[in-house]
């Protein structure tokens, strides 16, 4: 690993922890998307050794909402940490974080291990389950600004998720109702459509991102299959839900302390 990967992979790393932000470092000392990776790679090690076990992973940029709102073209994927599951109807403490948002997701249960680049026929097949989920996202750089290397190298934004009730319901996913409230008023509306056209999609492209790490998902892990809509910022007090037709929902309140932020 060059010094380079090692140092802002632990700088990465120390910035969650710290719940302190930091510059971008593309802007800095530019690294190839691949190198980004391998940043990702070497900062989750961080989290590993201090006793976080993998659970999953997320999707990125599955919306055009979402490439829209970050400013880039490219489909992405990180890690998902028990640290990072928060309970459906329970009180996330906003402290923890720098700059948290909200976003409306889809969340599967996978049966199999996913070992190999796999089919649209096939993706179902390997799937237990699949409920109406909420990622927190969170980046670690300054004013939420970062290229699409510098995302990739800080694990995709990954922070939270909330995960509601599962269901077998597959074949009613390809456009479904999306609805993300806050305080019971509707901010965002969408369909699970915006998610590559049909969210089983996601599945197909993160077995192929999967396999090119050379790298096999167990079975009964969580693939967050990215939003259906733009995020929304939270503020401490506040309650949030999100709402999938036919699929129920998911929610949690925000405890009411605060801090200033950095």
């Known amino acids: 690993m060059s010094t380079d990967i090692a140092h802002i992979a632990t700088a990465l790393d120390q910035a969650a922890r710290k719940v302190e932000p930091v510059a971008q470092f593309s802007t800095r000392s530019p690294f190839s998307l691949d190198d980004a990776y391998l940043i990702q790679?070497?900062?989750?090690?961080?989290r590993y050794d201090a006793g976080e076990r993998t659970i999953g992973v997320k999707l990125g940029f599955t919306s055009r909402a979402k490439m829209i709102q970050m400013g880039v073209d490219s489909l992405i994927w990180g890690w998902l940490t028990d640290a990072m599951l928060e309970e459906d109807g329970g009180v996330v403490d906003?402290?923890?974080f720098i700059h948290p948002r909200a976003e409306p997701e889809?969340?599967?249960?996978?049966?199999?291990?996913?070992?190999?680049?796999?089919?649209?026929?096939?993706?179902?097949?390997?799937?237990?389950?699949?409920?109406p989920a909420i990622e927190i996202i969170d980046s670690r750089y300054q004013a939420f600004k970062f290229s699409l290397e510098d995302v990739v190298a800080d694990n995709c934004s990954s922070a939270g998720l909330v995960v509601g009730a599962w269901s077998r319901d597959f074949a009613?996913?390809?456009?479904?109702?999306?609805?993300?409230?806050?305080?019971?008023?509707?901010?965002q509306?969408?369909?699970t459509a915006a998610i590559l056209g049909h969210p089983l999609r996601t599945l197909v492209q993160a077995s192929q991102l999967l396999a090119k790490a050379q790298i096999a998902l167990p079975a009964g892990s969580l693939i967050m299959a990215g939003a259906a809509t733009a995020a929304e910022a939270l503020s401490p007090g506040a309650h949030v839900s999100v709402e999938i037709a036919g699929f129920g929902e998911c929610g949690f309140s925000i405890a009411m302390q605060q801090r200033e932020k950095p």
Request: charged share 20%; proline share 2%; net charge positive.
């Open 189 to 191: 509306a969408g369909s």
């Open 106 to 131: 889809v969340c599967f249960l996978t049966k199999r291990t996913i070992d190999r680049p796999l089919t649209a026929l096939e993706a179902v097949d390997y799937l237990e389950a699949v409920a």
């Open 172 to 187: 009613n996913l390809a456009n479904a109702g999306v609805l993300m409230r806050i305080n019971g008023r509707v901010v």
């Open 94 to 96: 906003l402290q923890r």
């Open 41 to 46: 790679r070497a900062s989750m090690r961080h």
